[in-house]
T-cell receptor, first 114, second 113 residues
Framework: DTGVSQDPRHKITKRGQNVTFRCDPISEHNRLYWYRQTLGQGPEFLTYFQNEAQLEKSRLLSDRFSAERPKGSFSTLEIQRTEQGDSAMYLC????????????FGQGTRLTVV | DQQVKQNSPSLSVQEGRISILNCDYTNSMFDYFLWYKKYPAEGPTFLISISSIKDKNEDGRFTVFLNKSAKHLSLHIVPSQPGDSAVYFCAASVSGGSYIPTFGRGTSLIVHP
């Protein structure tokens, strides 16, 4: 296992189109997080899963955003009717749900909405 | 409101000297703290962490100090190397709960040869 994998690395889309990103976590990790990072900011929490259950969503996650983790393994993040303000780096991270532990991040998907 | 604050956007240090990166937090429930390092076009990489039951944790050239009463932590890099040039993020979480790390805005460290 080489770590957290995200696909695609880059996505350019026209405003109003739908996009979907995929994240494959480290195999034994049961927690999976989605973050968004814009220029000059740190990663901002969007949502997280423990196994297949989506346990928390940030108020940043508008109705146009939906995330799934159907079998408790990989996860997808879909953005519908993209807006220019959605342009950001979308980061996925995974961790073990025991005590406090570090989350391991993927390389991110850079979304540009034109 | 930023619960984790890194007030210095950038820091420039000479190779071989000490780099000190600072972080303040406001949420007293935070009890686990992490530092991440990020190179351009890559995701953050975990560097070092500290639990609130400790006031210092050391790993090679990296040491994190925690001052709970001041709600302040710092990362010391000694000696600094050009390869340490990156953006450093401080993060904090609450154990016994969702453990969701909350990040600061980052400090860009440049180590000059």
């Amino acid at each position: 296992d080489t770590g957290v994998s995200q696909d695609p690395r880059h996505k350019i889309t026209k405003r109003g189109q739908n996009v979907t990103f995929r994240c494959d976590p480290i195999s034994e990790h049961n927690r999976l997080y989605w973050y968004r990072q814009t220029l000059g900011q740190g990663p901002e929490f969007l949502t997280y899963f423990q196994n297949e259950a989506q346990l928390e969503k940030s108020r940043l996650l508008s109705d146009r955003f939906s995330a799934e983790r159907p079998k408790g393994s990989f996860s997808t993040l879909e953005i519908q009717r993209t807006e220019q303000g959605d342009s950001a780096m979308y980061l996925c991270a995974s961790s073990l749900a025991i005590k406090s532990t570090e989350a391991f991040f993927g390389q991110g998907t850079r979304l540009t909405v034109v | 409101d930023q619960q984790v604050k890194q007030n210095s956007p950038s820091l420039s240090v000479q190779e071989g000297r000490i780099s000190i990166l600072n972080c303040d937090y406001t949420n007293s429930m935070f009890d686990y703290f992490l530092w991440y390092k990020k190179y351009p076009a890559e995701g953050p990489t975990f560097l070092i962490s500290i639990s609130s039951i400790k006031d210092k944790n050391e790993d090679g050239r990296f040491t994190v100090f925690l001052n709970k009463s001041a709600k302040h932590l710092s990362l010391h890099i000694v000696p600094s190397q050009p390869g340490d040039s990156a953006v450093y993020f401080c993060a904090a979480s609450v154990s016994g709960g969702s453990y969701i790390p909350t990040f600061g805005r980052g400090t860009s460290l440049i180590v000059h040869p």
